[in-house]
């Protein structure tokens, strides 16, 4: 018995990223971590027996630490997101030289 021949696009179907979309709970969840954490350590820093200066250090500390873990984040996202225009680029200009291809053409 002969299989049936795949469909021309059943190749493109199967590559085709698919868009993840956060959840409200999720970003619900990932807000509220962050902002119990954040506060737990400025409680504790306030809570801290030490003299003002150091209080005020680790306080620029946690600052410096949050903002830089924000840039990281966004640098890592946007570095993937171009990888992934290059990859579509990449993918649509291979597409198109296979479609114009045609081995059994005369020169």
Known sequence: M????????ARRMNETPVKQQNTGAYY???????????????VGIYRLEA??????FLGI????????????????RDRQEVTQ????????????IMAEYDPFASK
């Open 51 to 56: 003299d003002g200066w150091v209080r005020a």
């Open 2 to 9: 002969r299989s049936a021949a795949p469909r021309p696009d």
């Open 85 to 96: 225009i290059v990859s579509r680029v990449d993918q649509a200009r291979m597409e198109k």
């Open 28 to 42: 619900g969840q990932a807000v509220a971590s962050f902002t119990i954490a954040l506060v737990a350590v400025a």
């Open 61 to 76: 500390a946690v600052l410096y630490l949050t903002t830089s873990a924000f840039t990281l984040a966004k640098v890592i």
